[in-house]
């Protein structure tokens, strides 16, 4: 089996065969890298995945796949405190009207950024007449379980 064939037998690849979506190799490779992960990673994070995986990005081609796949609600983006752009898979399909809709958990220790995808905050609010929201962010602060850990 060649290369591009095994590309395609990947949770990526069916992922964006299902959305309707060509899965290019570059698509399958960073896509396959955030569903891979347990945290929100920075675009230099994904970088370093994908050249330790044997995908040659260039960081313009990263930095388009990424849009791509938030533009497409496979992904989606998180602004850290350091201001700069998380990335994670979307794990489930998207709810009408909210492009992602969980919490988030930031670890204060060792500065991982977590998608909480079974903890999803019910908004109770209503909107003036006019506005429409399009999507809502919760992230927690505290200690995840590897750096509570490590410390006792």
């Keep these: 089996m060649d290369r591009d064939a095994s ?3 990947t949770l990526a690849a069916t992922r964006l065969l299902g959305a309707r979506e060509r ?3 570059a698509r399958v490779a960073v896509l396959d890298i ?5 945290t929100a ?4 994070e994904i970088a370093a995945a994908a050249r330790a995986g044997g995908a040659a990005l260039d960081r ?14 496979l992904a989606h983006k998180i602004a850290g405190d350091d201001r ?3 990335f994670n898979a979307i794990a489930d399909e998207p709810v009408q009207g ?19 995808d079974d903890l999803r905050p019910v908004f109770a609010f209503s909107l003036p007449p006019g506005f429409q929201c399009k999507q809502a962010e919760l992230t927690l602060h505290g200690t995840c379980p590897d750096c509570a850990n490590n410390a006792t």
């Design 34 to 38: 955030l569903l891979e992960t347990s």
């Design 60 to 73: 313009v081609t990263l930095y388009r796949v990424l849009d791509w796949l938030v533009d497409k609600n």
């Design 41 to 44: 990673l920075t675009h230099q």
């Design 84 to 86: 700069v752009w998380r």
């Design 98 to 116: 909210l492009a992602h809709q969980h919490a988030h958990f930031r670890c204060e220790h060792c500065k991982r950024l977590y998608c909480l």
């Design 7 to 9: 590309a395609l037998n």
């Design 23 to 25: 899965p290019t190799p």
